[in-house]
T-cell receptor, first 113, second 111 residues
């Protein structure tokens, strides 16, 4: 059974701090990794994708991938109250191709003003 | 870029009633389409996916079914709803950069 594990939280950080969200996956052959943000009552919104080991930065967001440790993380710098949401980690065994994603259950982030 | 439409937005149905949820996609052709369900406090569960017209794969056996009558239309159905069918139903497809995008969802409450 291929699994993606996330700490359910809630993770509470003060405004302006760095939020660190973590995800581990069981399938060593996984190739593509995604982070989604889901506000309460809304559908998931893609915020980052990463395919290679190392860091990928996009604005205040940095995704980090370590395939040897089967670990992917999302850092949110200068956290804002508007970042308060559930963050879903998703993994695919395919790179550059369409396939089925495996989702974690999500980490709830709360950013306190 | 593709746009995913879902309707209805919300639905309240009694146990034992039929169900039909619709998903349509614009801005892409021959997409892989997906139906997910997110029950309250739970993760995303893949229900069905389709790689083409009339081609449906089921991930979880249950009283739901799916159909794909047209290239960009995906329908989720049930003949008799159960209380456990309540949840947030999401349609998704892959975009041109091999990233999966979701529609706005349908919130179903079975009473």
């Amino acid at each position: 059974q291929k699994e993606v594990e996330q700490n359910s939280g809630p993770l509470s950080v003060p405004e302006g701090a760095i939020a660190s969200l973590n995800c581990t996956y069981s399938d060593r052959g996984s190739q593509s990794f995604f982070w989604y943000r889901q506000y309460s009552g809304k559908s998931p919104e893609l915020i980052m994708s990463i395919y290679s080991n190392g860091d990928k930065e996009d604005g205040r967001f940095t995704a980090q991938l370590n395939k040897a440790s089967q670990y992917v993380s999302l850092l949110i710098r200068d956290s804002q109250p508007s970042d308060s949401a559930t963050y879903l980690c998703a993994v695919s065994p395919y790179g550059g191709s369409q396939g089925n994603l495996i989702f974690g259950k999500g980490t709830k982030l709360s950013v306190k003003p | 870029s593709q746009t995913i439409h879902q309707w209805p937005v919300t639905l309240v149905q009694p146990v034992g009633s039929p169900l039909s949820l619709e998903c349509t996609v614009e801005g892409t052709s021959n997409p892989n389409l997906y139906w997910y369900r997110q029950a309250a406090g739970r993760g995303l569960q893949l229900l069905f996916y389709s790689v083409g017209i009339g081609q449906i794969s089921s991930e979880v056996p249950q009283n739901l079914s799916a159909s794909r009558p047209q290239d960009r239309q995906f329908i989720l159905s049930s003949k008799k709803l159960l209380l456990s069918d309540s949840g947030f139903y999401l349609c998704a497809c892959w975009g041109p950069s091999y990233e999966q995008y979701f529609g706005p969802g349908t919130r179903l409450t079975v009473t």
